[in-house]
């Protein structure tokens, strides 16, 4: 006989009782800490496209420099 749990029933049975569970804030704030750790924050995520921004600004200035060199070179 096993002794792990039934997800299937787990599942049912949380899906049942979550729409009770998220009217007590204390539940809400648990859930939102599990979420958190498991997904980047939102100014999380937009810092780091503002650095691949930037990155990819830099990145065309440099291409363009040396664009720059290389048709005086060929001139």
Known sequence: MS??????QIHSYLL???PEL???PEIVTIIKDII???E??????TQVLNEIKLLREKTQRQ??????????QHK
């Open 36 to 38: 958190a750790k498991q």
């Open 40 to 45: 980047p924050r939102h100014d999380e995520f």
């Open 63 to 72: 291409i363009e420099q040396s664009e720059k060199h290389l048709e005086q």
């Open 16 to 18: 049942k009782i979550l």
């Open 22 to 24: 998220l009217r007590q």
């Open 3 to 8: 002794a792990e749990p039934d997800f299937s």
